[in-house]
């Protein structure tokens, strides 16, 4: 007799090997495990936003100049409506992905959530299968306390690779988010 599902050689009667079956046992644990503790999404902000992309308003307070210089008034309106368009595109990105980014935290586990245009992502981690959590933060992020978290799961190399793991992106309040995630997991 084989097992159904590896292949292995039984030593008992049955269908399956004692491994899968620990493991059927164990992911039907995980589906009964509904209740949610915790929620962490990826934060929008205008304010943010315009402090991260300051180059645009660089690039277009330069072209200003030049054009004030050279005197034309089309122009001048010509590059307001580009910056205008520019900052709607970024912004509009950004909001939907904010919308469609989120972690929630249940008693044994996370699931991440990612969707954006035509992409859908699920990802379940067991908290015993997590191995660290690294914030990130960029020079404008350490400003609004906005950081990148990264769930790396058992088997990844902290800081390398995200195999199994996940990140989100501009978690707000991420000191504090921080400990309480740590604290929910049981990691610290
Ligand atoms: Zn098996």
Same mark, same amino acid.
């Given at each position: 007799?084989?097992?159904?599902?590896?292949?292995?050689?039984?030593?008992?009667?049955?269908?399956?090997?004692?491994?899968?079956?620990?493991?059927?046992?164990?992911?039907?644990?995980?589906?009964?495990?509904?209740?949610?503790?915790?929620?962490?999404?990826?934060?929008?902000?205008?304010?943010?936003?315009?402090?991260?992309?300051?180059?645009?308003?660089?690039?277009?307070?330069?072209?200003?100049?030049?054009?004030?210089?050279?005197?034309?008034?089309?122009?001048?309106?010509?590059?307001?409506?580009?910056?205008?368009?520019?900052?709607?595109?970024?912004?509009?990105?950004?909001?939907?992905?904010?919308?469609?980014?989120?972690?929630? $935290? =249940?008693? !044994?586990?996370?699931?991440?959530?990612?969707?954006? #245009?035509?992409?859908?992502?699920? &990802?379940? /981690?067991?908290?015993?299968?997590?191995?660290?959590?690294?914030?990130?933060?960029?020079?404008?992020?350490?400003?609004?306390?906005?950081?990148?978290?990264? $769930? =790396?799961? !058992?088997?990844?190399?902290?800081?390398?690779?995200? #195999?199994?793991?996940?990140?989100? &992106?501009? /978690?707000?309040?991420?000191?504090?988010?921080?400990?309480?995630?740590?604290?929910?997991?049981?990691?610290?």
């Amino acid at each position: 007799m084989k097992c159904k599902i590896c292949g292995a050689e039984l030593k008992k009667e049955g269908d399956i090997c004692t491994n899968c079956y620990k493991a059927y046992k164990e992911e039907e644990e995980l589906k009964k495990d509904v209740k949610e503790v915790f929620k962490i999404k990826r934060k929008y902000s205008i304010a943010f936003e315009i402090a991260k992309n300051a180059w645009v308003f660089v690039i277009f307070i330069l072209s200003s100049l030049i054009c004030l210089t050279a005197g034309g008034i089309l122009e001048e309106l010509l590059l307001i409506l580009i910056l205008g368009a520019v900052l709607g595109v970024i912004l509009f990105i950004d909001k939907r992905l904010a919308m469609g980014t989120q972690a929630v $935290f =249940y008693e !044994k586990k996370v699931v991440y959530t990612f969707k954006f #245009l035509f992409i859908n992502t699920t &990802k379940t /981690v067991k908290y015993s299968d997590l191995r660290d959590i690294t914030p990130f933060q960029g020079f404008t992020q350490k400003r609004f306390d906005y950081a990148d978290l990264c $769930f =790396y799961a !058992k088997g990844t190399i902290p800081g390398v690779n995200l #195999l199994n793991g996940f990140q989100i &992106k501009n /978690v707000e309040n991420a000191t504090e988010i921080l400990e309480i995630i740590k604290e929910v997991i049981g990691l610290s």
